[in-house]
């Protein structure tokens, strides 16, 4: 992998595509899912490779309850068969697995994979890898506010909101902010995700489907970020 200038320090991607890429070879939708899942293993490999700190993956989405439930129930085979057979691999590559995301409509038996997931590898010190699951970034705004007032009401917090307030409350209170958030597919939209912490990320977009998503592309995406001038609202000293 060629040497970059400036890494990322977190890495969000959104996997679209997937469907578009089966359609393409005359095939099921739940023949791109199965494909799409071989490109997360790839992906994960090349963070590591190129040393991110954090990797946050979409799974998926709220809204994703809007498809046909028999693609829904597809997916979230495809999910769950991946977290129980990736847990303990990961635990040997030391990379810390998490779980952002409501519980809410996940069966019982899947929440306590994702429980197990994480408790094995609560203390790897490596990648930190995150799958947004049953997720919206507004849902994680509303979580953070839903937690603050239980706060007030049980008087621990002051009346002047800090921003270090309101990080803390998050559902996943370390969760640092985006440095890159990659897409997949050509759609050029942030479809509801990680509303709060994307406020500087740099976009990168591709045509490429997720399924053709590999180690080349994620280099690409890192080698254009390289190439940008992260300035944060400051003038260019340049």
């Not at 008087?155 to 909101?161: F, I, R, V």
């Not at 998050?170 to 958030?181: E, G, N, Q, S």
């Not at 740099?202 to 998503?213: A, G, I, Q, R, V």
Request: net charge negative; charged share 25%.
């Amino acid at each position: 992998m060629t040497e970059l200038s400036a890494v990322p320090a977190h890495v969000a991607v959104i996997m679209d595509g997937n469907g578009r890429w089966a359609k393409q070879r005359m095939q099921p939708r739940s023949f791109g899912h199965r494909a799409g899942r071989k490109s997360v293993d790839k992906i994960v490999a090349a963070a590591v490779q190129a040393g991110i700190d954090t990797l946050t993956l979409f799974a998926f989405s709220t809204e994703n309850w809007n498809r046909p439930a028999a693609e829904v129930e597809l997916i979230m085979d495809v999910i769950r068969r991946s977290i129980a057979e990736e847990s303990q691999r990961l635990k040997a590559q030391n990379i810390r697995m998490r779980i952002l995301g409501s519980r809410e409509r996940l069966s019982e038996e899947m929440c306590r994979q994702f429980d197990a997931a994480e408790s094995l590898t609560a203390d790897c010190t490596g990648m930190q890898l995150i799958f947004a699951l049953n997720y919206s970034g507004q849902w994680e705004i509303l979580q953070t506010c839903r937690n603050l007032l239980a706060q007030a009401q049980a008087g621990g917090l002051s009346e002047e909101l800090s921003l270090q307030d309101f990080e803390a409350a998050r559902p996943i209170a370390d969760l640092p902010p985006v440095d890159l958030l990659i897409r997949s597919s050509g759609e050029m939209r942030i479809s509801n995700f990680l509303l709060w912490e994307l406020a500087y990320a740099e976009l990168y977009f591709t045509e490429t489907l997720w399924p053709d998503f590999d180690e080349q592309e994620f280099q690409r995406a890192l080698a254009a970020y390289a190439q940008r001038d992260r300035r944060f609202g400051a003038l260019c000293t340049t």
